[in-house]
């Protein structure tokens, strides 16, 4: 149970069970109180029976009249609709026609452009007695431009084929003919002067005339194809036959590829064979252009470059007469954009063109007239004409690729065609739905007269029944509704009796004294003579009562604002409500993390307890639920959360005190037991006292129990027998099993309509899926999901922020610079050179105040959330397995970093230590809004106003501990690790992690996400300094920086002369004071736990002992860290835990949270002097139960050496 009930000692648990009884529910069914309201509103109808025929009659009328507009107007727009309709249909037919056409006569052209080219080349060769493969043709150059411009082209070549027994002679062939190159390039530079003029360009990588003309040599030998393009060129393996490139119209400007096999490149695989067994031309699966790229310098449009490609592949063969041979093919370089252009009017805007191979690749262009632009790889039609039904589809197959005779298999290519909302537009106008408008408004304005005056009547009415309705649903909401009847009569009774004296000479004569009672006496003491009635109170002889504690929950809400703590009890809360209606149990009260509710009153139940029982276990299994799906918005340990029940059957008095404030209360000794069986309880079960047994036997549930070992020693009662309740499987302990409602024979059943949907957050954390489709996230655990979720929200928020913060600025959308992108791509300096005496965060600009912009309603792209996911799900793969140094702590101190960042206080001029969001009227006085918030920036040092400051800190929180090997710096210095060599023995693990991070954080690949959080150098490189300098300060063993730290507090903290105060820069000693702040909001939150409550502080306490322990046997300590844990915890405390915290206060910025630290870290000082020593023996034993006692590992460790 929380501390309203733990605080109590077992002498004062009759008091604390009567303070209980002192606040009531709901006597409404219903939780929401609009519910209830319209339930209680139908009763409190001023209208008879008259008024309700006279509504009916006027609402039959209104009926007829809309009936009828509605009707007339439907029918008139769907014969417009339906015409329009047609010719949308009918128009893009013929599109659609005219696109598959055109298309297939362009494919047909370059097919027969290639022919014609191959049979010039073979008539050449054969008029010169050239023998293949060794030929060269001098005007290659010339006889591909213009293939190329008749076919649309990029380029053309001719490729030999040669087989093993030329393999040396080509060799020799190409190396002494290789002039052909020189000579294309003359023709290039007369014909395409303007790509030899370097002026004509601007740009880094222009290579001069000399260099191009360099590019002529080529590699004497044929080479196959390696991923790699700068790798060196390896001669091509044993093959039947080789495809070398030979002559290639352009020529490369650079790193030519003549002699590369084609038949080793992968876009060719298979091809070449095929085309060579079917003896026709074949097109190649879409391939890349960056060749265009690599191989030429500013000849090709880079937006042409970006379409897909494919290579038309057209057989050369040695003899124009029908009995030939096929010695080389032609390769042309196509877009398919090519196939597309000028096959539509000009005046035809927006059909969508979707490319699908066999070969399981899909593209789309989207056609403007003459012009088709490419859209992207995949469908990306517009899918929301779906439902018009509009698809033409044909093949894309020129007469080529005759799979059946040839035995190979090639890629077919389909275009599937498709409307858009641009070109459909213009078809379906507004016309219809004007003229339907049009016939419905003049049947509207006939009944608007009747409208009008019906409103009129009816509104002093309405007025007239929400004032009842409101009461009675106040009233209801607090007492059950018998309990609510007799309060109202009681009350319509006083009023009259009031009213009457207020007439009467008696009034007057009796005001201020004592009332009589009914048979003339007087009693002060009594209470018909202090409320004027008897007390409305009943006694219910067969109840079961259920007391249900959050355990856990004090040290959880230690840890969690104010606003997050609330959110769980409402969430917990309402749902028990809701279970409670529909098991008809009766909600008694809450008091803090215990809620109390009752079977059997106010209306009597013979199966009371069999009902409480299932109430009992619904609201237990809601609960596992709903903290593992809340884990993902309320963070770490909320999952771990669970309940403890007690149930007790017995006779209660219900009723009213009346007074100030009266509320429905429960007496009784009954309620005494039910509080002692939950707090003798176990979390995760459901403890029944004997009495509720016995009743559940009788019933027949015997199956349902199981008799504790141990009995309950009860004050005033003794030794207690009580029973556990047996759920099914026992698994709501850890929430892993959801069932519906079946009396098992083995226990009880659960009833919850969104078991699915609890599963699925119980497994999954609630995660969507966007997320579930990222690749890394899939591969943590469930629980990780979950923290990962949760810190992904958290950096969202602050996103948010600072891409509202850019907008109030007048900044553009962000966009990273091309210094940005290539500052991310240089190795880092070494971490700890780069750590900053004083951090440079932004000056205050009164632009964010005069052109404020809410951050919730700013929408971050997905693409960065889903970056920012898998970026978050990288980091946490960094963290090993460690007990202590793990992901969780990260989480944990994430949290405690956002907890005191939305603590830092708003400054007022009456009171600096507010920590309100906004002064008062009052406060603020004749000073402008921009003035009160220059004056919190300078008072906070500027850390609120730059959310890329908090948004730097949440990413120091996560990334600090990353790949952290379970021992310390020193460790790792004294075993010589790798690690500490690299960084030169200074705070190893925090540079490793760092640098670790650091290549996770500015992944390339996180480009949207990059983009949103800096779009400048000086913002990137702020990032960098926080987090390097936050990050490192996180190392308090190292002498060097705890001697710059203390330097740099003395300075901007401690007392100093008023000269030396005038000669500090302002700007400067503000932000030496946010680096001040900065770095000890990390420190303290990466020792939070010694801070909070101690539940909290032992479990991290327990994990680094288990951590620390493991390295010893392991080996990597001679020390045992048992013998001096409890002397070093109260060493820890007082020279490192309190003074910080006490800093905290010092700078004056955190509000309450620094006070609450310095508390929890005092008394948990205290409780580990009392208790530290035994705590440190049962770690221990925890330890050898789990691992093995310590002979045991001492000796493989001895064997070991």
Known sequence: MGTAMKAVPESDMEDKSSMRHSTTSSGCDDTSGRSCYAE?????????????????????????????????????????????????????????????????LRADYVVNNLERFGASLTSYARDQNMTWPFVAFPDFQVRGILSNKET???????????????????????ANNQGWMAEAHVYDHVVHKELYELDYHETTYVHDETVRWNVTGITPYIWEYQKDPYAPRQRVSESVMYAPIWQR???????????LDLRTYPAFTGFVDGMLAADHPVITTVVDATYLETNYDFRFDPAEQEEPHSYMLEPVYDTLTTNRTAVAFLSAFLRWGTFFTDVLPSTEQGIFVVLESSCNQTFTYELFG?????????????????????EDTFEFAPDIAMEKDSGHEFCHYYAHIYPSTQWRDPFLTSNPLNYSIAVFACFLVTALGFVMYDVLVQRRQAMVMRSAAKTNAIVTSLFPANVRDRLLDDAETELNKAQHRASSTEAFMNDGRIKEGPDGTRNEYASEYIFGSKPIADLFPETTIMFGDLVGFTAWSSTREPAQVFTLLETLYHSFDNIAKRRRVFKVETVGDCYVAVCGLPDPRKEHATVMVKFATDCLTKMLALVRRMETSLGPDTGDLSMRIGLHSGPVTAGVLRGDKGRFQLFGDTMNTASRMETTGEPGRIHCSEETAEILMSAGRSKWLT???????????????????????????????????????????????????????????????????????????????????????????????????????????????????????????????????VLALPQFDARTIRNQVDPKSIKVPEPAVQQLTEMVTQIAQLYQDNPFHSFEHASHVTMSVTKLMSRIVTYTSNNPASTTDTPSDT????????????????????????????????????????????????TLVKEEHPLASKYKNKSVAEQNSV???????????????????????????????????????????????????????????????????LEEDPTEAINRKATIVLEHLMQASDVAH?????????????????????AFSEGHSDKDPSEGWYQGELGFFDYYIIPLAKKLETCGVFGVSSHEYLSYASANRREWAEKGEQIVKDYLNRYENKFGNRESWEDERSVDV
């Open 707 to 837: 008799q504790r070992e141990d009995q309950v020693i009860a004050k005033g009662k003794g030794a207690l027998t009580t029973y556990w309740l047996k759920l099914q499987s026992e698994s709501h302990a850890t929430g892993s099993n959801m069932t519906n409602n079946t009396q098992s024979s083995e226990g009880v059943g659960v009833d919850l309509p969104e078991t699915a949907a609890l599963n699925k957050a119980l497994h999954l954390g609630g995660t969507s899926e966007r997320l579930l489709a990222k690749p890394a996230f899939n591969k943590i655990s469930s629980k990780e999901k979950r923290l990962v979720t949760w810190n992904v929200d958290i950096l969202v928020k602050l996103l948010q922020q600072i891409m509202a913060r850019r907008l109030s600025l007048g900044e553009a959308p962000a966009k990273l610079s091309r210094q940005v992108t290539t500052e991310m791509t240089k190795e880092p300096r070494n971490v700890l050179d780069e750590v900053e005496d």
């Open 923 to 970: 406060e603020v006085g004749d000073i402008s809004e921009s003035r009160i918030a220059a004056e919190l920036h300078d008072h906070t040092f500027g850390i609120t106003s730059d959310p890329l400051t908090q948004f730097a800190c949440i990413i120091s929180a996560l990334i600090h501990d990353a790949d952290h090997p379970g021992v310390p710096n020193s």
């Open 40 to 104: 209680e509103a139908s009763k409190f109808s001023l209208a008879g029976s008259e008024t309700t025929r006279i509504n009916r009659s006027k609402f039959a009328l209104f009926s007829v009249i809309v009936t009828v507009a509605l009707l007339c107007s439907i029918v008139t727009y769907k014969i417009i609709r339906d015409q329009e309709n047609r010719e949308y249909h009918a128009k893009f037919h013929n599109i659609a026609n005219e696109i598959a056409e055109f298309s297939q």
């Open 249 to 259: 119209a352009p020529p490369c400007d650079y790193a030519t590829q003549v002699n």
């Open 1090 to 1110: 010694t801070m909070q409550h101690w539940v909290v502080y032992k479990k991290w306490n327990e994990r680094l002992f288990e951590e620390m322990y493991k």
């Open 995 to 1061: 640098d670790l991070a650091w290549r996770i954080v500015t992944n390339r690949d996180f480009k949207d996400l990059h983009a949103c959080i800096y779009s400048s150098m000086d913002e990137f490189n702020r990032f960098r300094s926080i987090v390097v300098n936050v990050v490192m300060a996180t190392d308090i063993m190292d002498k060097d920086l705890g001697t710059q730290r203390k330097a740099r507090w003395n300075r901007a903290f401690a007392k100093e002369s008023g000269e030396l105060l």
């Open 370 to 390: 003459h012009k088709p632009v490419y859209l992207g790889e995949g469908n990306l039609h517009d899918t929301g004409l779906d439902s018009d039904k509009l």
């Open 152 to 174: 649309g082209a990029h380029t053309v070549s001719i490729n030999p084929l040669v087989y093993p027994k030329d393999l040396d002679n080509w060799s020799t062939f190409s």
